[in-house]
């Protein structure tokens, strides 16, 4: 079993930077591929980004690219998102997520969720 819980969401002006963490319970946090997802009032939750178990491998949803950066402290059992040069379109509750997940941006390919954070940029 994997507990999942997300830190770091805030209220930040456009042009901002936030860091999401997502801490991980249970010693099998190194097994598996990590992401982020988010999800806006009214829309369906959106694949943000994601990272191989070992770090190695990453992927962004095109919006993201170039903006916000994934990474993973194994040794911690936490999952990172940096996000910088926020919009106002980045506003949603952000959830981790962990699984086998061979399939990066596919939400049903993860097992485990948090409970989100919210992050609201105002324009």
């Known amino acids: 079993q994997v507990h999942l819980v997300e830190s770091g969401g805030g209220l930040v002006q456009a042009g901002g930077s936030l860091r999401l963490s997502c801490a991980s319970s249970?010693?099998?946090?190194?097994?598996?591929?990590m992401g982020w997802f988010r999800q806006a009032p009214g829309k369906e939750r959106e694949f943000v980004a994601a990272?191989?178990?070992?770090?190695?491998?990453?992927r962004y949803e095109d919006s993201v690219k170039g903006r916000f950066t994934i990474s993973r402290d194994n040794a911690k059992n936490t999952v990172y998102l940096q996000m910088n040069s926020l919009k106002p379109e980045d506003t949603a509750v952000y959830y981790c997520?962990?699984?086998?997940?061979?399939?990066?941006?596919?939400?049903?390919?993860?097992?485990?969720w948090g409970q989100g954070t919210q992050v609201t940029v105002s324009s």
């Open positions: 249970g010693r099998a946090f190194s097994s598996y591929n």
């Open positions: 990272i191989s178990w070992s770090g190695g491998r990453t």
């Open positions: 997520a962990a699984g086998a997940a061979y399939d990066f941006s596919e939400r049903y390919e993860y097992t485990y």
